[in-house]
């Protein structure tokens, strides 16, 4: 019977188990070399920090610490920051948010998701906010409102424009309603700044969501994104299951805002200095004397 030929056979050929970390895994100094997330090429990181941290192969942008992008993006040593020192105290007691904190502020060296100050684009003086989604995935709570407010309130005073780097995972689920407030409060804030006749700009970044995108990173006189940026309030599969349908597969990216009006321009991570700069001249904001 045929069936008899197979079942005769009862010791199968084995083949060496490898390890892998030892193995095969190339002797390479930690940091050398970033892998990257759009191509899955190995780009030499020397390289990838000399162009802004933009893959030079599928033009992909790397997520940025918020310090790494006051560098990039502002007049060198033109940045004051405000409110440094500020951190939350924990509203709600909520347990394990200290020991998350700090973390996030030994990872990120910051003490909140956002940085806020003053600093000039190509001479221009400008007021800026720039989330940053490696601290607790940039997350708004009670900290990230009321430095992004009072940055509002003193351009607001000294008559300069606002620009917002957005990033985040939402509202900070730690500090509950003080969270969400937070969302009205610097809207408030932006209204004032509107009814001065100032200019606001928002740039959204990777990956802009939640109450963000509900409240101030929407609210631009002009929006702009950087390429392929997720945006978008409540997550895919969420509003799968809700409507029922499929959705295509570049939904809430960037391109696809674009293309339905809710960003008016994308712009390469290289271009964005000189496109904020021919923003404000094109409002007439002067340059700081
Ligand atoms: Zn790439």
């Known amino acids: 019977m045929l069936k008899d ?114 600093g000039l684009v190509n001479g221009i003086r400008v007021c800026a906010g720039i989330m940053d989604s490696f601290f607790m995935m940039g997350s708004m709570g009670t900290v990230v409102g009321e430095k992004l407010t009072r940055m509002i309130e003193f351009a607001i005073k000294h008559k300069l424009p606002v620009i917002i780097f957005t990033t985040s995972g939402g509202a900070r689920m730690q500090e509950g309603i003080f969270s969400l407030m937070q969302m009205a409060k610097v809207s408030a804030a932006l209204a004032k700044h509107s009814e001065e006749g100032l200019l606001y700009i928002t740039v959204l970044t990777d990956p802009t969501t939640g109450g963000i995108t509900a409240s101030f990173a929407m609210e631009g006189d002009v929006i702009l994104s950087e390429p392929n940026a997720l945006i978008g309030f409540a997550g895919r599969r969420v509003i799968e299951n809700t409507i029922k349908e499929t959705l295509p597969d570049d939904f809430q990216k960037a391109e696809f805002l674009l293309d339905k009006g809710f960003v008016d321009k994308i712009v390469n991570r290289e271009e964005l200095r000189t496109c904020v700069y021919k923003i404000l001249r094109l409002h007439e904001v002067n340059r700081y004397e």
């Open 5 to 118: 030929l197979f079942n005769k056979k009862k010791n199968y050929g084995t083949v060496k188990k490898i390890n892998i970390e030892s193995d095969i895994k190339p002797n390479i100094p930690s940091g050398m070399w970033t892998k990257c997330d759009g191509c899955h090429s190995i780009i030499y990181h020397e390289d990838l920090v000399k162009n802004k941290y933009v893959c030079t192969n599928c033009n992909h942008h790397f997520r940025l610490k918020a310090h790494d992008r006051v560098k990039l993006f502002f007049d060198d040593n033109s940045f004051e920051e405000f409110d440094k020192d500020l951190s939350t105290r924990n509203p709600l007691d909520f347990e394990g948010y200290q020991k998350k904190l700090e973390d996030a502020k030994k990872r990120t060296k910051s003490r909140e998701a956002v940085v806020t100050g003053t």
